[in-house]
């Protein structure tokens, strides 16, 4: 894994000379996890005042630094330049880049049934990195989320390659405005050559 302090001298060598974005950079497998991350975690933002688009993720302050590392490295990878905010009103940070052509490549939609081996398994990695919760002690995978579509379109797929998961509706809070479920994954997936921080944790 890529250190903070090699993510800190990227940042320092790309300052005042930003290119073009390189998505081919970045493997299947890493496309996945990128497009994952964001279907749990990120937000597309464009200001008709400053005419500026950008891509944002929120992850955990402290529990997902790896995480944001990981990203970071990423993003830097494809000629990205991360700004990374501590968000003052909950305990997380806001990871975000400015850039029209990640935008658009980020409302691409999605359908795992159309994608490669390698990029659903990205994908699944970066679905467990945002909405994922993993239980070390009772060796469970867990990821709660809104999108029921995308979430049978990764059951579908993990049960090709026969790890057992299941999706059911959870009760809604009183805080949600939509209908959320939760999909739990047998830890089988920590055998597949996954790129998921959390679950390579068990």
């Not at 302090?5 to 990227?10: L, T, V």
């Not at 490549?105 to 679905?127: D, P, W």
């Not at 002690?137 to 995308?150: E, Q």
């Amino acid at each position: 894994m890529v250190s903070f302090i090699n993510i800190r001298k990227g940042i320092r060598l790309m300052r005042g000379r930003e290119k073009e974005v390189n998505f081919r950079a970045l493997s299947e497998k890493e496309k996945g996890y990128l497009f994952g991350l964001f279907e749990g975690d990120g937000y597309k933002i464009y200001d008709k005042k400053s005419r500026h688009y950008h891509i944002e993720f929120y992850l955990n302050s402290i529990k997902d630094l790896e995480i944001i590392n990981f990203l970071s490295f990423l993003l830097l990878k494809i000629n990205l330049l991360p700004n990374i905010y501590q968000d003052k009103r909950y305990n997380c940070k806001r990871i975000r880049v400015y850039s029209k052509q990640l935008f658009k490549i980020m409302e691409k939609n999605i359908s795992l049934n159309k994608e490669t081996k390698e990029f659903c398994i990205g994908y699944c990695s970066g679905m467990i990195d945002s909405e994922g919760y993993v239980n070390s002690a009772k060796s469970t995978i867990s990821v709660i989320n809104t999108n029921l579509r995308v979430l049978k379109e990764m059951k579908k797929f993990l049960e090709k390659g026969k790890i057992k998961s299941s999706i059911s509706k959870r009760k809604k809070g009183i805080k949600d405005k939509l209908d959320n479920y939760r999909m739990y994954i047998s830890v089988k997936f920590k055998s597949v050559k996954h790129l998921s921080i959390k679950a390579g944790k068990l």
